[in-house]
């Protein structure tokens, strides 16, 4: 094609083809020369405007006067710019050479002024943007949008665009909730804590046993308090309090979840904000409270100095002992005002602000470990933080706070009852110490007024009246305690906690610091029958199997190392069966017991009966059955009361319900009864402390007339001295203890009330059986419906030949029995052949045959005759004792012949000579 010549084109074209060669000149702007009806030559090739030439049908080209064309652009067919393909821009795409308009146009055109064809189609290559940019904009669109469409499991991701918006949007919405709950919460007016309700605790029957709630408290300045608490308080709660902001963020964010979650109340507040808690709003642990706590908070700190809410929180805070505040703190423990308080005092004040009634170690010795360890902690914490020098520290030593001194409203049983049933509502987490504080709440107990009035009084009658304080100091020393259990129901009815509250502060029925004693035995044979244990030559262990009861004898099997304990007295019995060995309480026989059924078998037993697991010195180890552990009067009643429910156990209850402003306010734990042991080992249990009634040192509850199983204990040294019993309706364990009034140290017993030693049978015996006696008068009495284990009633012969230990008298130790009544170890007035006739014992002997001849001395129980001359012999006191311990059962001679012993306790007596008749021999406890 040849090149077309400028003066070809017509007049005053040059300018706009020069224009349109450029790509500059606008879609529809003016054509130079263009008329009326015609296309203009600025629209023909379409220029960088919205539209491009030749976009629609007739596209108007745009004369500057002729208005628009109906026509095609120059050189273009109909809807398309010139030399395009339909809606293509100009030399864009193929659909036609773009010189095809050019030659047109260059018909008319003067040669000289129009670029060749090649020229212009290298320009628009050059620069296609330019050429037709509303289109090459669509074209980039379409092809980003195909190059960001998603497939696969991309599309479940969402994209940085949703990631960020989403983090705009909860960045936002909590800036907004955070100005919106600052905007609403206001400061509310201090609690009015005169105006709070006490808490009003009664007996089963609806009697009121108590009031509480009165408040306690003095505030004082901050001046009035001394350095040394307040560093020691800012150890304990927040050391950083001068420093920090009145929130902990996420400390609250963590408590407010697990709150919310059901995971546990924490708490993870600031002074600031315990403050707030105290003093503004409840002690409730709730979102809502949480939320108030926090923007209270935030606006005090703004508002208040940090001196000012220090102040406030420590005139606030409960130390227990029912003090609000330091000052009533300092005056409850130590008599001192807040301002004299040393480094050691108020680093013991401040650790009780954690858990006032845990770590007072008045109340609860047995948490003085854990009240140490928080002590130590606030020390070296204030140590930390520059306020007591390393060395004031390292001799700094506890100081031991003084008896609590109580309002005479708790004076007598009240305060001990009050206290067991805070205890006991805080440790099943039914109410806490401050949820209780805050007062409101009706408390009715399922303690029975008639038993408590007569648990008072047989201790009254038994024990305190025969003191003598002002001659004997050793009667100074002298503490009881007491508990009684329905084992039917598994409710406390009845608890003796000490002489006086206001003047004996700690509860002796619920302390775990004196040792169980001998009232841990049973367990072992529990233990025995429930695992069916056998003796280390193979026997099953009945009541019947014999052991070798001498006096420091080696245990067998025990790989811990040496253990050969001693028995009461240091008596030697020989080969004595389980049952008797039970009657006189024989360490050595137990002790192989327990390493025979294993002593962790034996701990795992008297858990399940009811002893917590967490009782002090709950060791498995051959001594758990000499009761070195340390449980209360109440742990042990529940045990023996588990015991007389033939077996079944279920956690002991005080509380019948709580009412608050006239309703059911709190749901109370529901019943967890469980087979704890087997009924044949339980039971057979029973059978063997039943003997210890009839033939031991169990002999006072004959005294109440019906059923009884029981059993004695000594503490080592003789500090302590218990009592545990039964009948299938009650169950009671009472303990006399020796504690030091001043230094709180444990104390023997000796010389106690005028006698040489307390034992079980002594006071512990004669206060229980006064007990019982009151407590189920009017009652009718029921017997044991046992189901024993077999072989349980098979007696076993006697071997050839008895053990005698050198050195300590073997069995002729009965020659020189012990006058001390009471042991709850036996082995007074023991001879040769004592272990014949054991089942016989509770009857009398069995009758001779007709032949003349003289009685031979019988066993333990009451031998059986060989001879003429009447009934059985005397029982465990001998040829002829001349005194006798709690189990010398003896039992009189019968009258053809033989004399009876003069020693030992009522036995069942010998029948006479036929055997119709029994009676009690002389002598007896």
């Known amino acids: 094609m040849s090149e077309p010549r400028a003066e070809e084109l017509p007049p005053g074209r040059e300018a706009a083809f020069a224009a349109h060669a450029s790509g500059a000149h606008p879609t529809g702007g003016p ?32 004369g500057p006067t002729g208005g628009r064309s109906t026509g095609t652009p120059a050189g273009g067919i109909s809807g398309t710019p010139a030399g395009g ?6 030399g864009r795409r193929p659909g036609g050479p773009v010189d095809a308009p050019t ?32 289109d090459d904009k669509k074209a980039r669109k379409a092809a980003k949008k195909a190059r960001r469409k998603r497939t696969g499991w991309r599309r479940l991701l969402p994209t940085w665009r949703m990631v960020l918006g989403g983090v705009l949007t909860v960045a936002l919405l909590v800036i907004g909730a955070f100005f919106v709950g600052y905007s609403l919460v206001k400061i509310p007016p201090a609690n009015a804590l005169a105006m709070k309700q006490a808490n009003v605790y009664l007996y089963a029957d609806g009697t009121e046993i108590a009031r509480d709630g009165d408040i306690n408290r003095e505030n004082v300045g901050l001046a009035q308090v001394s350095k040394d608490a307040q560093h020691a308080v800012l150890a304990a709660e927040d050391r950083d309090f001068y420093t920090e902001s009145a929130v902990d963020p996420k400390a609250m964010l963590r408590a407010g979840w697990n709150t919310a979650t059901g995971k546990g109340k924490q708490s993870g507040s600031t002074i600031t904000q315990q403050y707030v808690k105290n003093y503004y709003l409840g002690q409730e642990q709730t979102v809502t409270r949480k939320v108030k706590e926090f923007f209270i908070s935030i606006k005090l700190d703004r508002t208040e100095s940090k001196d000012d809410i220090l102040e406030g929180y420590l005139n606030t805070s409960y130390f227990g002992r029912n003090a609000y505040g330091i000052q009533a703190a300092a005056q409850a423990y130590y008599g001192v005002k807040a301002k004299d308080l040393d480094p050691a005092r108020a680093a013991y004040l401040a650790a009780l602000v954690n858990a006032p009634s845990e770590y007072d170690v008045v109340a609860h010795p047995e948490n003085k470990s854990a009240a140490l360890a928080r002590w130590n902690y606030v020390l070296d914490g204030m140590v930390k933080q520059g306020w007591l020098g390393a060395s004031e520290r390292a001799g700094i030593k506890f100081p031991m706070p003084k008896d609590a001194t109580v309002p005479t409203g708790m004076s007598g049983q009240r305060g001990y009852l009050v206290r067991a049933v805070k205890d006991y509502l805080a440790k099943n987490k039914i109410l806490t110490e401050d949820e209780l504080t805050a007062g409101g709440y009706r408390i009715t107990t399922t303690l029975q007024k008639s038993k408590q009035d007569a648990f008072v009084k047989a201790v009254d009658d038994q024990l305190m009246s025969k003191l003598d304080k002002k001659n004997r100091k050793v009667d100074t020393y002298v503490r009881a305690g007491g508990a009684a259990i329905d084992p039917k129901t598994g409710e406390l009815v009845a608890m003796y906690g000490g002489i006086d509250y206001v003047k004996q502060y700690t509860n002796n029925a619920t302390r775990r610091d004196f040792q169980a004693g001998s009232t841990f035995k049973p367990f072992v044979f529990t233990a025995a029958v429930q695992n069916d244990a056998r003796t280390t030559d193979g026997r099953t262990i009945t009541p019947n199997t014999l052991y070798d009861g001498t006096n420091k004898r080696p245990v ?11 028995n009461e007295d240091q008596r030697s019995y020989g080969d004595i069966t389980v049952r008797e060995a039970t009657d006189k309480s024989v360490n050595a026989v137990y002790a192989q017991m327990a390493v025979d059924v294993g002593s962790d078998k034996v701990k795992q037993t008297a858990v399940a009966l009811g002893v917590p697991a967490d009782t002090p010195e709950l060791v498995s180890s051959p001594s758990i059955a000499l009761g070195v552990a340390r449980a209360s009067v109440v742990d042990m009643t529940q045990a023996y009361a588990t015991l007389a429910n033939h077996g079944r156990h279920g956690v002991y209850t005080m509380i019948k319900k709580i009412t608050k402003d006239g309703a059911n306010a709190v749901k109370l734990p529901g019943d967890t009864e469980t087979q704890a042991v087997s009924r044949q080992a339980a039971d057979t249990t029973t059978s063997v402390l039943q003997s210890v009634v009839q033939n031991g040192t169990g002999a006072p509850a004959q005294a109440i007339g019906r059923p009884a199983a029981a059993k004695t204990g000594t503490a080592e040294e003789d500090t302590a001295a218990w009592f545990a019993g039964y009948t299938p309706d009650l169950a009671t364990v009472v303990s006399v203890m020796g504690q030091d009034p001043d230094t709180a140290a444990h104390k023997s017993l000796y010389g106690a009330m005028g006698l040489d030693r307390v034992n079980g049978s002594g006071a512990p015996g004669s206060i229980w059986a006064q007990f019982m006696g009151d407590a189920l008068k009017g009652t009718p009495a029921s017997d044991f419906d046992l189901q024993l284990q077999p072989g349980a009633d098979a007696s076993q012969a006697p071997p050839s030949d008895s053990a005698t230990e050198p050195g300590d008298g073997g069995q002729s130790d009965s020659a020189s029995p012990s006058t001390s009544p009471g042991q709850d170890t036996q082995g007074q007035g023991q001879t040769a052949g004592q ?20 009685p031979t001395t019988g066993g333990a129980g009451g031998g059986t005759p060989t001879t003429d001359g009447g009934a059985g012999a005397g029982g465990a006191g001998g040829n002829s004792p001349s005194g006798g311990g709690d189990g010398d059962a003896g039992g009189a001679g019968g009258d053809a012949g033989g004399t009876p012993p003069t020693g030992g306790a009522d036995g069942a007596g010998g029948a006479t000579g036929d055997g119709a008749t029994a009676g009690p021999g002389p002598g007896g406890l």
């Open 103 to 134: 030659t047109q146009l260059a018909a008319a055109a003067p040669r000289a002024t129009a670029p060749s064809a090649a020229a212009t189609a290298d320009r628009t290559a050059a620069t296609p943007e330019a050429a037709v940019p509303g």
């Open 31 to 62: 054509g130079p020369g263009g008329t009326t009806g015609n296309p203009g030559l600025g629209g023909a090739a379409g220029g960088p405007g919205s539209v491009p030439a030749g976009d629609r049908t007739g596209g108007p080209a745009g």
């Open 835 to 854: 272990t014949q006739g054991q089942t016989q014992g509770q009857t009398g002997g069995t009758p001779g045959t007709t032949t003349p001849g003289t």
């Open 85 to 90: 393909i339909p809606g293509g821009p100009a």
């Open 556 to 566: 067998q099997g025990w790989v811990g190392g040496s253990y050969a304990p001693e």
